[in-house]
């Protein structure tokens, strides 16, 4: 490979954080984190961490300049569309090597009860009428939407805390951290009566198991599609991440392509 890469990562996944750990051992990467700071006590990473916003695509792109970044990787949630089309600005405008690492999303398959629907104020309105006890699965930042709702109970599951404006008067929260087993999503479903589940469709193993039990149990999940994303060179796991890595630099190396597009 060639020598003394640097290498940033756009995180705040399970993904990402794995791709990091596999990079900051490969000899001559240096590997850069970039964090939203959304989560108050993220996982540690090895290597630089860097958290907070850039300032848009004209801010990463004068980041990217200014500490001589030769690659960036994406590994962002999908449903962070902000951050994805700003890194492709970005990344096109300084002319750096860029990758998306996308996990697929989940597809339909027998006996899934799937509500599709394009926004988390959407999914709001398609709550099934007959539901009454709704397992909310979308994070902490969107709930806005659900506060509107008062003849619906809700079991809400997050990493953190939502912030206290955002109050749902009939609900209980639950602060935990995937990945969960099938095993303990059929017992959340069964304990608390749940009659429908509302998640985005994020894709991944780590909270697939819930999308199973409600299948099993013949409860209708009201799933969020994902935003659009920039067009652009994209993998679906970190092994093809890690190809693109070794790709793009023995290029490099081998003067095929300059990747520091300075
Ligand atoms: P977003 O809407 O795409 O981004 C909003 C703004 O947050 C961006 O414009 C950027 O600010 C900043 N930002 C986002 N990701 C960043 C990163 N990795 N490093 C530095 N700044 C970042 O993103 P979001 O939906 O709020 O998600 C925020 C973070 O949480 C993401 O990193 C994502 O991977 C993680 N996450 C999101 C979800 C979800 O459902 N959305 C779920 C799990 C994890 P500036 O414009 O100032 O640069």
Redesign the pocket.
């Known amino acids: 490979m060639a020598p003394g890469i640097r290498v940033l990562i ?4 399970g993904d ?1 954080a794995d791709l990091t750990g596999k990079m900051s051992v490969i000899p001559d990467i240096e590997v850069i ?7 108050r006590q993220p996982s540690a990473l090895p290597g630089t961490v ?8 004209t ?2 792109a004068a980041y990217l300049h200014e500490h001589h970044i030769d690659l960036l990787i994406d ?12 890194a492709a600005i970005a990344a096109m405008e300084v002319g750096i090597p860029h990758l998306m690492l996308v996990r697929p999303a989940w597809a339909k398959v027998v006996g899934d009860d799937w509500i599709e629907v394009e926004s988390v104020a959407a999914a709001a309105l398609a709550i099934p009428v007959t539901a009454k006890q709704v397992f909310l699965t ?2 902490k ?2 709930l806005a939407p659900f506060m509107q709702l008062p003849k619906i109970w809700f079991l809400i599951r997050s990493i953190e805390p939502p912030t206290p404006d955002v109050a749902i008067p009939n609900s209980k929260l639950l602060l935990e951290r995937g990945p969960f087993s099938l095993e303990q999503e059929r017992q959340l479903l069964h304990d608390y009566g749940i009659d429908a589940i509302v998640s ?1 469709n ?1 894709g991944g193993d780590a909270t697939y198991a819930k999308i199973v039990a409600a299948r099993e149990l013949s409860i209708p999940v009201v799933l969020i599609k994902r935003p659009a994303m920039p067009t652009g060179e994209k993998v679906t796991n970190v092994t093809g991440a890690l190809a693109w890595l070794q790709r793009t630099t023995v290029l490099d190396s081998m003067g095929e392509k300059d990747i520091c597009g300075w």
């Open positions: 756009l995180g705040g996944t990402a984190t970039s964090l939203a700071g959304r989560t860097r958290v907070g916003g850039f300032g848009g695509s801010g990463l590994a962002t949630h999908p449903f962070a569309a902000q951050i994805s089309w700003n979308i994070g930042q969107q985005k994020s």
